[in-house]
């Protein structure tokens, strides 16, 4: 477990590139563990980092691309959550997998702590890109059906860990923070908004972050 994280409850809905701005700027700025737990504005879906813009399904939504890997993520009816660790914790410096698997079973907590039946799934061979929700991979959320209903990308900079997840269930944000660590301190970020505005324009929403694969 982490000794302490930061929990926002972050309470505007945004757009697609806003989002992916936000958690940049928690990527670059924060020196504690955070936990966002966030919105999205209607219509906005999510692609991986190595997702081909020609892989994406025709659900009439607007997509912006994430700065972490993964699948296509249709964001209109789940609970997402992003997880910054700086380095010199051990969770941000453990290999993928392992901090795929930690992060994930204090969510199966989570869920369970509410009411879902959830386990994390078991060895699967890697997916690459589709639909996030139809390819289960190792360590991903499964409810007693085996139907998946959690999974994330990640990102490692030499600044720590990104983990920007998506869960079709319940939100549980605060159960969350207490599976993850050994004390919680809620409260409110504020990113500077000029930054963001910027950073959402210029990389987020630009045709050539979108149409990189």
Not at 104 to 121: F, K, N
Not at 170 to 188: I, Y
Not at 204 to 209: E, M, P
């Amino acid at each position: 477990m982490l000794p302490q994280l930061q929990l926002w409850l972050d309470p505007v809905p945004r757009d697609g590139p806003e989002n992916m701005a936000v958690d940049q700027w928690l990527a670059e700025n924060c020196e504690v563990p955070v936990l966002r737990s966030y919105r999205w504005l209607p219509g906005w879906g999510s692609l991986g980092y190595f997702v081909k813009t020609a892989d994406l399904p025709a659900y009439g939504l607007h997509w912006v691309r994430r700065w972490t890997g993964g699948g296509i993520v249709d964001h209109r009816a789940d609970w997402t959550y992003t997880l910054f660790v700086p380095s010199g914790f051990g969770l941000a410096e453990a290999r993928g997998g392992e901090s795929y698997r930690v992060i994930h079973a204090a969510l199966v907590s989570a869920l369970r702590d509410a009411g879902v039946e959830a386990r994390l799934s078991g060895e699967m061979p890697p997916a690459i890109g589709g639909e996030c929700f139809l390819q289960p991979v190792e360590h991903d959320v499964m409810d007693v059906t085996g139907r998946k209903i959690a999974g994330a990308g990640q990102r490692r900079t030499s600044r720590g860990l990104l983990h920007q997840g998506s869960v079709m269930a319940e939100a549980c944000p605060r159960a969350l923070a207490a599976a993850l660590a050994e004390q919680v301190v809620e409260g409110e970020l504020f990113p500077e908004a000029a930054w963001i505005a910027e950073t959402a324009a210029t990389r987020y929403a630009s045709d050539a972050w979108q149409e990189r694969c």
